[in-house]
C-alpha cells in the first residue's frame, strides 16, 4: 500500500497568517495518464470532510483561493493563506493512483 | 443539490452481521463510481471499499476482504455494503461517498459500534 506521511500533525496559526502542510508519499502518484492523483479533504469539528483540491493544485467549487497546493511526484504541499477562524479542523491528503486508497494521518489545524 | 443520505449503522456484537445503506439523489447516479470511507473514534480517514458506476467493478481494502461485500442498485440510486463477521476494530462512522480518483461529495456518516 502507498503510505502518506503528513507533517506536522498539528498546527496554530494566527488569523491572517499562512500555514502550510507537507504531505510525502512513498510511491510515485503520477498516473500513466499524466494526472497526479492527489487530493486534499478538510474535515471541520463534527463534519463530513469536504475536498479542497484535486490533482494537486485544481480546487474545487467554491474553495477560496487562500487554498493552493504544489508538489509533483512523492512530495505535496498545501498552502493556506490569511487564515481565517472557519479554516479549522483537520486537513488529510489522499492518493488514489493505486488501490487501496490511502489517506494521510491528518493535520490538525486551531486559531491562535 | 447532490446529496448522499446513510442509514443502518447500529450497536453489534462481534461476529454479528450489518448492512449499511446510501440513497444517493441530485446526480445521475449510474455514472459515477462509489466508496465507503470509514473513521474510528478519534482517528483518521480509513478506505474501505469501492464499486464502479456500472458495478462491474468491486474493490476492498485488505481488512474488509472476505468480510464486507460493497454493492449498488442503479435502479435505486441506492449503494450498500454488508458487513459480516465484525470485530471490535470495526467500530467506526462510515461514509458513503461519490467519485474517483477524488470524493467530492461525502454523506453524513452513519455510526457502527461493535461490541458485546
Known amino acids: 500500500d502507498i503510505a502518506l506521511t503528513q507533517t506536522p500533525l498539528s498546527l496554530s496559526v494566527s488569523p491572517g497568517q499562512s500555514t502550510s502542510i507537507s504531505c510525502t508519499s512513498s510511491?510515485?502518484?503520477?498516473?500513466?495518464?499524466?494526472?497526479?492523483?492527489l487530493s486534499w479533504y478538510l474535515q471541520k469539528p463534527g463534519q463530513s470532510p469536504q475536498v479542497l483540491l484535486y490533482?494537486?493544485?485544481n480546487r474545487f467549487g467554491g474553495v477560496p483561493d487562500r487554498f493552493s497546493g504544489s508538489g509533483s511526484g512523492t512530495d505535496f504541499t498545501l498552502k493556506i493563506s490569511r487564515v481565517e477562524a472557519g479554516d479549522i479542523g483537520t486537513y488529510y491528503c489522499?492518493?488514489?493512483?493505486?488501490?487501496?486508497?490511502?489517506f494521510g494521518q491528518g493535520t490538525k489545524l486551531e486559531i491562535k | 443539490e447532490v446529496k448522499l443520505l446513510e442509514t443502518g449503522g447500529d450497536l453489534v456484537q462481534p461476529g454479528g452481521s450489518l448492512r449499511l445503506s446510501c440513497v444517493a439523489s441530485?446526480?445521475?447516479?449510474?455514472?459515477?463510481?462509489l466508496s465507503w470511507v470509514r473513521q474510528a473514534p478519534g482517528k483518521g480517514l480509513e478506505w474501505v471499499a469501492g464499486?464502479?458506476?456500472?458495478?462491474?467493478?468491486?474493490y476492498y481494502a485488505d481488512f474488509a476482504k472476505g468480510r464486507f461485500s460493497i454493492s449498488r442498485d442503479n435502479s435505486k440510486s441506492m449503494l450498500y455494503l454488508e458487513m459480516k463477521s465484525v470485530r471490535l476494530g470495526d467500530t467506526a462512522v462510515y461514509y458513503c461517498?461519490?467519485?474517483?480518483?477524488?470524493?467530492?461529495?461525502w454523506g453524513q456518516g452513519t455510526r457502527v459500534t461493535v461490541s458485546s
Open positions: 461517498v461519490e467519485g474517483g480518483p477524488y470524493f467530492d461529495v
Open positions: 441530485g446526480f445521475t447516479f449510474s455514472n459515477h463510481a
Open positions: 464499486i464502479t458506476g456500472d458495478a462491474q467493478g468491486a
Open positions: 510511491q510515485s502518484l503520477i498516473h500513466t495518464d499524466g494526472k497526479t492523483h
Open positions: 490533482e494537486v493544485r
Open positions: 489522499m492518493q488514489s493512483i493505486q488501490l487501496p486508497y490511502t
